[in-house]
């Protein structure tokens, strides 16, 4: 089952302005990460932050990780219209593996 | 440059028919998985492997069969194609878990079922 839930589902914002989305999980992990997928295009790894970590960036992105509220934020400052995209949170727990629990998505539209 | 490729990239079968999907990567990883990608439901786990002739069920995976001969290939079958999985397959590979589990995927399949 789907463990990440993402906030909001779609977002639409102008050029230059900041993005934020949410994602909360709802075991313990070991770290999260968010990807990027382009339509049509399969899945990029844009950053990861361990579950001792609160805050980590990375260019234009921030990501924030809130463990005791099992949430994390990606944060995208003066967005693009090439920042078109739907970003996934995924959680990762080394007791189950290599796997990793991806959340549903939150689809982002930059209007230039 | 490592990379990570799935034939074909679109496939059109009839109800019945079996399918082999391909999946090989570069990057020596020991770790591949198999996932499906609907609308609403985002990505779901089909099978997954942790090295040569380990394979493990996600939380998909009936219709569907793995086997890891090698490093670099995990063909995914499906035994008799059903409507139900007309879907975008993408395969994904990582280092062990201590390197972090960051995942690369591969571009997608888009497969029809009619």
């Known amino acids: 089952s789907q463990q990440g839930e993402e906030d909001p589902q779609a977002l639409s914002i102008q050029e230059g302005e900041n993005a934020t989305m949410n994602c909360s999980y709802k075991t313990s992990i070991n770290n999260l990460q968010w990807y990027r997928q382009n339509s049509g295009r399969g899945l990029v790894h844009l950053i990861l932050i361990r579950s001792n970590e609160r805050e980590k960036h990375s260019g234009r992105l921030r990501v924030t990780l809130d463990t005791s509220k099992k949430s994390s934020s990606l944060l995208i400052t003066a967005s693009r219209a090439a920042d078109t995209a739907s970003y996934f949170c995924?959680?990762?727990?080394?007791?189950?593996?290599?796997?990793?629990?991806f959340g549903q998505g939150t689809e982002l539209s930059v209007k230039p | 440059d490592a990379e990570i490729t799935q034939s074909p990239r679109h496939k059109i079968t009839e109800t019945g028919r079996q399918v082999t999907l391909a999946c090989h990567q570069t990057w020596n990883h020991n770790n591949m998985f198999w996932y499906r990608q609907d609308l609403g439901h985002g990505l779901r786990l089909i099978h997954y492997?942790?090295?040569?002739?380990?394979?493990n069920k996600g939380e998909v995976s009936d219709g569907y069969s793995v086997s890891r001969s090698n490093t670099e290939d995990l063909p995914l079958t499906l035994e008799s194609a059903a409507s139900s999985q007309t879907s975008v397959y993408f395969c994904?590979?990582?280092?062990?878990?201590?390197?972090?589990?960051?995942?690369?995927f591969g571009p997608g399949t888009r497969l029809t079922v009619l």
């Open positions: 994904a590979s990582s280092r062990d878990s201590r390197f972090g589990n960051e995942q690369f």
């Open positions: 995924a959680t990762a727990d080394y007791n189950q593996g290599g796997k990793l629990i």
């Open positions: 492997s942790y090295g040569v002739h380990d394979t």
